[in-house]
């Protein structure tokens, strides 16, 4: 997606120095090569990115908290409005300025008795997301894919209610198949509507008994 921007891609690439405080082992050329092999699954590398590539304009999330009183916080997405050394500018959807995003420093053990300091922007690409990632988000619209790589129950609730209005709702595909509730669920709606049933029956007969005695 970055191709598509008319803005100068720029690649950020992490610092990673070897934690000498908590470390025993030593950071030899195995372990430089199962650093290597974990480049790109920055989810087992403290979620920080080994080459983070950005552009003026592309879409972006935040992959942890950073300030929650101002909405700084872990899947918060936006767009990059500025690139520069030591931060970037980012314009999230959910606040009304534009916010500086600075480096953070996170710890990660690559192996045993052996762990990682990694320094690097918390931010990742954004131009799609899991069901997951997407948990509670209020879009004003989204494009979804609800085929038959839905593989849980509540799954396609979870997708379908992010968007505010039907307007903003755009389905890719729909396998019904993929629409499921857990038992466990289907189980204490119908509790909770045996209970109205009753309530309501119980309320209806007082009220019948009052009309007959006035």
Known sequence: MLESLETEKIEL???????????????DKKQ?????????QPSKMAGLETVLSLAVGCRVMLSRNID????????????VMGIYAT???????????????????????????LYIQRKQFPLILSYAITIHKCHGLSLDTAVIDLSTNVFG???????????????????LSLDPLSVTVSNPCINEINRLRSNFRMTYLKSRKVKERRERFK
Do not use: W
Request: net charge negative; charged share 25%; hydrophobic share 40%.
């Open 13 to 27: 690439a992490c610092v990673d120095v070897v934690d000498e405080c908590g470390s025993t082992a030593k950071f």
């Open 32 to 40: 430089e090569k199962i650093l290597e092999q974990l480049k790109d």
């Open 68 to 79: 929650v009183t101002v909405g700084l916080v872990n899947d918060a997405i936006g767009t």
């Open 87 to 113: 931060r970037k500018s980012i314009k999230f959807d959910h606040i009304d300025v534009p916010c500086d995003i600075e480096r953070v420093t996170s710890r990660f053990m690559l192996s045993k008795n």
């Open 153 to 171: 129950d509540g799954m396609a609730y979870v997708a379908l209610s992010r968007v505010s209005t039907l307007n903003g709702l755009h389905l």
